[in-house]
């Protein structure tokens, strides 16, 4: 391969942005990254990379929904571009990989090509989509569906999180309330590169994975109401605990998944609990949780959630409270172009590196765009058992290296491409 990626440059790139909503995770002693969609330190990490952008040569378009799009001229202006990217807002407790290895990768092919001199046929976009994780505002890659008209505009900004914000406020608190429509033109393909978030690829000793698709997911918010009681003097049969019907709902999931009617690869997580009013001797009089369900088949995943609801009513029934769930999110299982896996294949060969198949057990952008055009992904092995969304998140800068090598060839490839 005649081209490459600077991978020092790379490295402190991805350094320089996780410095940005760094904070001291207690329980380990590691530095992690909190940098929640349309905070104040989202704010400074668009911001950032906006600069970077421009300091690349790229034009920087801001749409309605807050997605940053940086422009790179190609040889033929009015052919479809071809588009890179992920995100940069984060979970509360995150590394600094997950998104920004996607977004600064495509970031770095711009500058390798800018070094190298080369201009390709088709323009190319770096692109950041909005509000990716979901951790904010309950709805992950809220930006991208809104950008492929999955979730209307209008709802996305109705949404609010746990302290009555809006998404359309809290845009605008940060200056990044686009001006730019916010339908996607036509695109020729989109490329991400991602870490695994999982031990697949490490424990195979693999370089690269060529990911196939995404498998389907669904969120449920779960408000469940009982009444409070004194913890000491009501007994039990007298009581309508809340938190009692969610732990039950807990170990629904883990029934659900043990029993094998489903397959063996159904994934459950309740991962958050709250109760109210919060108090050691106070029976709860309310419960808000959430239900993640996954599998790779839709079909199935839409059979394992109907079975769930009918338990929520069951389990309300028996514990003497009420339970309303509220799907926050659903994606089916989507599989990538068959052209962009083939070119990922074969740019990995060509650089000797080991690269296996793999479906992506977490959501990402490029679900959104694979019903706008042909995408794909490569994802990078992570140590630690892959573990993401933890300050321990991390790939070597080899591993990232390997992977933004790989999406700057079959980026160039596509965008040499004919045709419109």
């Known amino acids: 391969m005649s081209t490459h990626i600077n991978s020092e440059r790379l490295t402190a790139s991805l350094d320089a942005l996780g410095r940005i909503g760094a904070y001291l995770d207690e329980a380990s002693g590691l530095t992690g990254v909190r940098r929640l969609a349309f905070s104040a330190e989202d704010g400074e990490g668009r911001r950032h990379v906006v600069a970077e952008m421009k300091a690349a040569g790229l034009e920087v378009t801001v749409d309605r929904i807050g ?3 940086g422009r790179r001229a190609g040889r033929e202006p009015g052919a479809r571009p071809v588009m890179a990217g992920s995100h ?14 996607g977004v600064l990768g495509a970031l ?3 500058k390798a090509l800018n070094d190298a001199k080369v201009t390709t046929r088709r323009p190319l976009v770096v692109a950041f989509f909005s509000e990716e994780e979901g951790a904010r505002f309950g709805t ?10 999955r979730i209307p505009l209008e709802r996305a900004y109705a949404l609010s999180d746990r302290d009555g914000k809006t998404v359309r406020a809290e ?4 200056g990044f309330l686009g001006d730019a429509p916010t339908e996607l033109p036509k695109l020729h393909a989109y490329l991400e590169c991602h870490v695994e978030q999982g031990p697949l690829l490490r424990a195979a000793n693999m370089d690269v994975g060529v990911v196939t698709g995404v498998q389907a997911i669904c969120w449920h918010e779960l408000v469940i109401s009982g009444r409070s009681a004194h913890a000491g003097t009501t007994p039990m049969n007298l009581r309508a605990d809340p938190g009692m019907a969610a732990s039950r709902v807990q170990l629904l999931l883990r029934d659900l998944v043990r029993s094998g009617r489903f397959g063996d690869q159904l994934r459950a997580t309740m991962g ?8 050691v001797n106070v029976v709860p009089n309310r419960v808000v949780a959430t239900v993640d369900i996954r599998h790779p088949d839709d079909a199935v995943l839409r059979l394992a959630e109907a079975e769930l609801v009918e338990h929520y009513a069951r389990i309300a029934a028996e514990e003497k409270v009420t339970l309303t769930h509220r799907q926050t999110a659903r994606t089916p299982d989507i599989s990538f172009a068959q052209k962009v896996r083939a070119l990922v294949a074969k740019s990995a060969s060509a650089r ?8 992506s057990g977490a959501g990402h952008d490029c679900q959104e765009l694979a019903k706008h055009c042909p995408a794909g992904m490569v994802f990078v092995p992570g140590e630690y058992d892959g573990i993401s969304h933890n300050p321990r998140e991390f790939s070597t800068p080899k591993q990232c290296a390997d992977g933004v090598n790989v999406l700057l060839d079959v980026v160039t490839a596509l965008a040499e491409e004919e045709g419109p």
């Open 88 to 101: 940069i807002d984060s979970v509360a407790t995150a590394g600094r990989f997950d998104g920004c290895l």
């Open 108 to 110: 770095e092919v711009v």
């Open 272 to 279: 958050v609990t709250q109760f109210f009013p919060g108090l």
């Open 171 to 174: 845009l605008e608190s940060i």
């Open 67 to 69: 997605n940053v799009f």
């Open 140 to 149: 992950d890659m809220l930006g991208s569906a809104v950008a492929v008209g």
């Open 352 to 359: 000797g590196l080991k690269h296996q198949d793999i479906v």
